[in-house]
């Protein structure tokens, strides 16, 4: 049973650039929420996306931006890159209804330079 | 004000010693639940335990156990038997509300866990 996969691992942008992220929820499950995680803290919440509506949205810009897909799998889009991007971005997936835990994928590291 | 506070920015132990990892949280929801996840250097966030706001017992899982103090708002976590391998940062999160769906986590900055021989 594969557990929640993001790509890329690694990925290295200039600034003004637009990046795509991508991530396979866990077998299941039914829910997608993405998080940035700077260096030395803890996850921030972006949004989170059931039924291919994104429905929770953290304090993050419009440059941010999502889809979900039918099979559940989901992008988190960035425009207009800003050095400040450069975080660890984890995809975390979950039951809409349901068991409580949310797993998360390995992270992609985001360089803006 | 910070929903999830971990006050330990770094925590040393000796290997085959218990750590207590602590978390205070803050919310007005009555329904809420509490996680902790293990970080390694490889970026994954890895669930370690839960503990919901209307459990009576004090969750544990294996070498894990949470030490849940409603009244004093602190869910600390317990690793007995220290290994090498649980060198890692810890996050404690708090999700408010009733099930997963429209709930969110909220993460505290962690705590570096060292552990040596």
């Known amino acids: 049973d594969a557990g929640v996969t993001q790509s890329p691992t690694h990925l290295i942008k200039t600034r003004g650039q637009q990046v795509t992220l991508r991530c396979s929820p866990k077998?299941?499950?039914?829910?997608v929420s993405w998080y940035q995680q700077a260096l030395g803290q803890g996850p921030q919440f972006i949004f989170q996306?059931?039924?291919?509506?994104?429905?929770q949205r953290g304090n993050f810009p419009d440059r941010f931006s999502g889809h979900q897909f039918p099979n559940y799998s989901s992008e988190l889009n960035v425009n207009a890159l800003l050095l400040g991007d450069s975080a660890l971005y984890l995809c975390?997936?979950?039951?809409?209804?349901?068991?409580?835990?949310?797993?998360f994928g390995q992270g992609t590291r985001l360089t803006v330079v | 004000a910070q929903k999830i506070t971990q006050t330990q920015p770094g925590m040393f132990v000796q290997e085959k010693e218990a750590v207590t990892l602590d978390c205070t949280y803050d919310?007005?929801?009555?329904?809420?639940?509490l996680f902790w996840y293990k970080q390694p250097s490889s970026g994954e966030m890895i669930f370690l335990i839960y503990?919901?706001?209307?459990?009576?017992q004090n969750a544990t899982e294996g070498r894990y156990s949470l030490n849940f103090q409603k009244a004093r708002k602190s869910a600390n976590l317990v690793i007995s038997a220290s290994q090498l391998g649980d060198s890692a940062m810890y996050f404690c999160?708090?999700?408010?509300?009733?099930?997963?769906?429209?709930?969110?986590?909220?993460f505290g900055k962690g705590t570096m866990l060292l552990v040596s021989p």
């Open positions: 919310t007005s929801d009555p329904s809420y639940g």
């Open positions: 999160a708090m999700r408010e509300g009733r099930g997963s769906g429209y709930s969110t986590l909220t």
């Open positions: 503990q919901g706001s209307y459990d009576q």
């Open positions: 077998s299941g499950h039914d829910t």
């Open positions: 996306y059931y039924e291919e509506e994104e429905r």
């Open positions: 975390a997936s979950s039951f809409f209804r349901g068991p409580t835990e949310a797993f």
